[in-house]
């Protein structure tokens, strides 16, 4: 971990260099390692570790490929709203080679990719976007005369790391979705680490959440390692608990509030969207804990009224329609809830206050009878003890 | 005690078929019906019980009030084998028969009043139980209690069945379980008076007071010998025996000293914590703040001399009066002085009294039978 009191070392060197290059005041700066640091579930003591790897500006190498996608992940990352993050993407990492954001084209391109790969061998990240055909040898996907199924395996064969980004990397995503009507995709589309035969870390999602990438980035930055991932490849810190889990709308599904239609009574009060459809309940990703496009609280799918269409999870985006119920993986809701309505209690009733009464009656006077009659007899006995004790002095007397 | 000679217990024998025995009868009856309701329907359709009063007669009256009703074995086992004062050994037994039945009924009545009760024994398996809990103090020790006052009280049955020997070996090791039933009762009613500190400022200012636990001692102790006054008159008059005189007397003055220094802590809290106001304002708090003072200080008044405290009318009297007020200090603090917010409102449904009419009854009808057939009140010659 990192050294705490290096943060508030205001004469640091380092810190005035970063506010420099990245344009960005030093508190910026320190509030974004500490959202990275969160973002990946890291200790307390993390951001400082996270500011110092940052502000040293290592720099790795990143290629970036492009395949069977949109360039939304790309676009999503550049576009964030956040005025910096961009700006610290291409400030981390030295992107060697993106086919969206480089200047150069055609063999030049191609060429700043070789040598990128034999300058950096064994030392660069390898970043996929897209799936990758596989039907009748790749054919459907070539850049530069050789098939995205040839790029992919001779780009990670000497890299340091690779991260599929995005769900088409991940494992097919939007282009692999099979059509009722056959057994495969067209073309064959394929996730980054069926191609490889071998794990690599996934970062799903459609797009994914930039910080998700970010954090992965700076993790290994930061660490020398990429974070720990699940059997699919996905980072824990974002991956490891349902949608639903720390869903915004939870509340309303325990208590059976949902949304029954678009517009409808429940919908405008923000209430459950299981109904309409909402893939949360079976979709592993932190969308609702750090929301999406940096635009404030519940700036996310959900947060917006739509039901989550589970994009990051493979079998799930893409595969079920949008508005079919999800399968619940853990607890399924009820046919009947409990009322949630707070009992305040009765009064008291006529037949409960007669009986009260006619008990505490039947007890005093019980009480009084028993002590009256215990007076009595002592009242004899005192009467017959005083008597006793006068007879003998009245013989006395009379004798 | 050993220097003592006193008349060995018998059975009084007689029917145990009388007016008596069958009002309890029926009551026990009405009881058990309400109760296969309760446990089949639950706790809302027989009880006015809610959120803001999950606490009703039957925790305060079978429970609190009852086990306290109930100390009567533990406060004469105090002063025979504490205080070494063996002339009152022939109360020990009576006394003792009385609290078995007020704590194993106590012990039954947080049954009925558990939601789930089914999960009874989590406050027993350590994976469960919350060791700092003032809950978990009150139900292991009572749970304990209950279990010694049986031993305790056993050699009665012993003697019953001819076990002379059985009876021989528990006398060897009955200091142990003489001594854990004088510890017991003290840890959990003072516990019981701890509930009401917890609940903080949710009790009236009358009765929110960090010596709750004191006041509960002091008032468990002093209706312990009310209980006995009230025992011993009533069971004279129902079986046409001797009063016990020469006891209840020299009792009697024990219980004035406990009583007034109970009074003494009592009111000197509620000055010293500037509560006194309270009790002037007009309010329901305020009118049974002095019935509750009334009750605690009418037997000073009434056993103020020697002579009065051989009548027994006033010594009857007295015992109820004190019943009452340590009763109404219970009920005052955990219902009538308890206050959670607006709108929630407590009166005890007819089918909720009628399980506490019947579980007093039990102790009745219990009382009667064993007396009549075990060996528990002092063998007396035949007068009548």
New interface residues.
């Given amino acids: 971990m990192g050294n705490m009191n290096e943060i508030f070392d205001l004469g640091r060197k380092g810190l005035d260099e970063v506010e420099r290059r990245l344009d960005i005041s030093r508190r910026d700066f320190l509030q974004f390692c500490a959202t990275l640091a969160a973002t990946m579930g890291l200790p307390a003591g993390a951001e400082a570790a996270v500011a110092k790897a940052v502000e040293s500006a290592k720099r790795p190498p990143v290629i970036w490929l492009h395949f069977q996608e949109c360039t939304g992940c790309t676009e999503s990352l550049l576009r964030a709203e956040h005025p910096t993050l961009e700006k610290l993407i291409l400030d981390i990492i030295s992107l060697e080679y993106h086919e969206t954001l480089m200047a150069a084209a055609g063999h030049q391109a191609e060429k700043a990719r070789l040598d990128a790969m034999k300058a950096h061998k064994g030392k660069y990240i390898l970043v996929v976007e897209g799936a990758i055909p596989t039907k009748q040898n790749g054919i459907y996907c070539k850049i530069g005369g050789h098939t995205a199924v040839d790029l992919v395996k001779s780009c990670a064969a000497d890299a340091a790391a690779v991260i599929a980004i995005g769900s088409c990397a991940s494992w097919g995503g939007m282009p692999s979705t099979i059509s009722p009507l056959s057994d495969s995709s067209p073309t064959g589309s394929s996730g980054v680490a069926e191609v490889l035969g071998k794990p690599v870390v996934t970062i799903p999602g459609c797009p994914p959440n930039p910080y998700n990438f970010l954090a992965t980035a700076v993790h290994f930055l930061t660490f020398g390692k990429l974070p720990e991932v699940d059997d699919k490849g996905r980072p824990k810190f974002a991956y490891g608990r349902l949608i639903h889990e720390n869903c915004e709308r939870r509340a309303h599904f325990d208590a059976g509030r949902f949304a029954m239609a678009f517009g409808d009574e429940g919908h405008r009060k923000g209430y459950c969207l299981y109904k309409l459809g909402c893939k949360g309940p079976e979709t592993y990703a932190n969308c609702s804990t750090i929301g999406f496009g940096d635009a404030g609280e519940n700036n996310w799918p959900v947060g917006c009224g739509h039901p989550c269409i589970g994009c990051s999870e493979k079998g799930v985006g893409f595969q079920k329609p949008i508005h079919q119920v999800a399968k619940m993986l853990n607890v399924t809701p009820p046919t009947q809830y409990p009322r949630i309505v707070?009992?305040?209690?009765?009064?008291?009733?006529f037949?409960?206050?007669a009986?009260?009464a006619a008990?505490a009656g039947a007890a005093a006077g019980a009480?009084v009878m028993?002590?009256?009659?215990?007076?009595l007899?002592?009242a004899a006995e005192e009467a017959e003890r005083a008597k006793a004790a006068a007879k003998p002095e009245q013989g006395k007397t009379g004798a | 005690m050993a220097n003592h000679q006193h008349a060995a217990p018998a059975p009084v024998g007689g029917s145990l078929v009388n007016a008596t025995t069958l009002v309890c009868g029926v009551l026990i009856a009405v009881m058990l019906a309400v109760l296969v309701v309760r446990f089949v329907f639950g706790l809302?359709s027989v009880t006015?019980?809610?959120?803001?009063?999950p606490w009703g007669i039957w925790v305060v009256f079978d429970v609190v009030i009852g086990s306290a009703l109930a100390c009567g074995g533990f406060s004469v086992a105090m002063l025979v084998y504490i205080f070494n004062r063996g002339e009152y050994h022939p109360l020990v037994r009576p006394a003792l028969l009385g609290s078995l039945f007020g704590y194993t009924l106590a012990g039954a009545g947080v049954l009925f009043d558990l939601g789930r009760w089914w999960n009874f024994w989590h406050i027993f398996a350590p994976g469960y139980a919350n060791p700092s809990s003032v809950m978990f103090e009150v139900a292991v020790c009572i749970s304990l209690y209950i279990a010694v006052m049986w031993i305790e009280f056993s050699p009665a049955f012993l003697e019953k069945l001819g076990l002379t020997e059985a009876k021989q070996k528990l006398s060897k090791m009955m200091f142990a379980f003489i001594a854990l039933g004088t510890v017991l009762p003290m840890m959990h009613q003072s516990s019981l008076g701890t509930l009401l500190v917890v609940m903080g400022t949710q009790i009236h200012p009358l009765w929110q007071t960090p010596l709750q636990p004191l006041l509960y001692l002091l008032t468990a102790v002093t209706m312990g010998y009310a209980v006995v006054l009230f025992e011993s008159?009533?069971t004279s008059?129902a079986y046409r025996r001797k009063i016990e005189l020469h006891l209840l007397t020299p009792l009697a003055k024990v219980m004035l000293g406990f009583l007034a220094a109970y009074l003494v802590v009592r009111l000197g809290d509620v000055v010293v914590r500037g509560a006194l106001p309270r009790a002037f304002a007009v309010s329901l708090e305020a009118l049974m703040f002095w019935l509750e003072t009334a009750c605690f200080v009418a037997p000073l008044v009434l056993l103020r001399s020697e002579a009065l405290r051989r009548?027994?009318?006033?010594l009857?009297?007295a015992g109820?009066l004190l019943m009452l007020g340590g009763s109404l200090l219970r009920v005052n603090g955990f219902l009538i002085g308890y206050e959670t917010g607006d709108?929630?409102?407590?009166?005890?449904?007819?089918p909720?009294?009628?399980v506490t009419?019947g579980i007093f009854a039990i102790e009745v009808l219990g009382y009667i039978v064993i007396t009549r057939r075990f060996p528990v009140l002092p063998r007396e010659a035949a007068t009548h």
């Fill in positions: 707070e009992e305040q209690g009765k009064g008291a009733s037949a409960s206050a009986a009260v008990v009480a028993l002590t009256r009659n215990l007076g007899s002592h | 809302g006015n019980l809610n959120d803001g009063y008159c009533l008059t009548n027994p009318a006033k009857f009297l109820v709108g929630f409102n407590y009166f005890p449904a007819l909720e009294l009628l009419f």
